[in-house]
């Protein structure tokens, strides 16, 4: 496979229960990315890993774990999340830290709904 | 905070209209991109623009950086069903981490 990968493509949660979000990119980037895109509102940056290292925390409630266990993979461990969290969840890499000079590569998403 | 103001939000032609979208900022980026999403999907890099006044083609798509950078217009030429799907402006204004800003997007939907 090329590109980003995310799984699972859709997921129906209670309030109590834990979860994982898992991303894979097989570009050589180094940079990954979280954003939570909700109806009529801008794409919200979450977490930023560069070279596996968390560099960016934008205020995200600790029910949102993420896990970088090496510049491939991502991962979002949800638990006791709220029905506002219901939304869809992309991940993207980018070849630069910042993606100036090319862009952000997303996935396709995972459409997450909390009952 | 930076923010990026689209317009307009939604937009629903007919097949073979031309159209153009905006997208606007108060503040001046060192790069702007934009980016498709058709539904389900995650969004599309189209272009990366950075000089100011910068003007860029992709088939019957042009792309415009605003002098002052903060603006940019995409314009579609004789749109067609294909071109369906929300339209993302991104920008990038630095700084020691620096990420993209995105924009709320302009839906459009081109009707056979």
């Known amino acids: 496979e090329t590109g980003v990968t995310q799984t699972p493509r859709h997921l129906v949660m209670g309030m109590t229960n834990k979860k994982s979000l898992k991303c894979e990119q097989h570009l050589g980037h180094n940079a990954m990315y979280w954003y939570k895109q909700s109806a009529k509102k801008p794409l919200e940056l979450m977490f930023v890993y560069n070279f596996k290292e968390q560099t960016e925390n934008n205020s995200v409630p600790s029910r949102f774990s993420p896990e970088c266990p090496n510049s491939s993979h991502l991962f979002l461990h949800l638990h006791t999340l709220q029905p506002e969290d219901s939304a869809l969840y992309l991940c993207?890499?980018?070849?630069?830290?910042?993606?100036?000079?090319?862009?952000?590569?997303f996935g396709s998403g995972t459409r997450l709904t909390v009952v | 905070t930076q923010l990026l103001e689209q317009s307009p939000q939604f937009l629903s032609i007919q097949e073979g209209e031309n159209l153009t979208v905006y997208c606007n900022s108060s503040?001046?980026?060192?790069?702007l991109q934009w980016y498709r999403q058709e539904p389900g999907e995650g969004p599309v890099l189209l272009v990366t623009v950075v000089t100011g006044g910068e003007v860029k083609k992709l088939k019957r798509l042009t792309f415009q950086f605003g002098d002052a950078r903060k603006d940019s217009s995409l314009h579609i030429t004789a749109a067609q069903p294909g071109d369906t799907g929300l339209y993302l402006c991104a920008g990038y204004y630095g700084g020691s981490q620096g990420n993209l800003i995105f924009g709320k997007g302009t839906k459009l939907s081109v009707k056979p």
């Open positions: 993207a890499s980018s070849q630069d830290w910042s993606g100036y000079n090319y862009g952000y590569t």
């Open positions: 503040s001046v980026f060192s790069s």
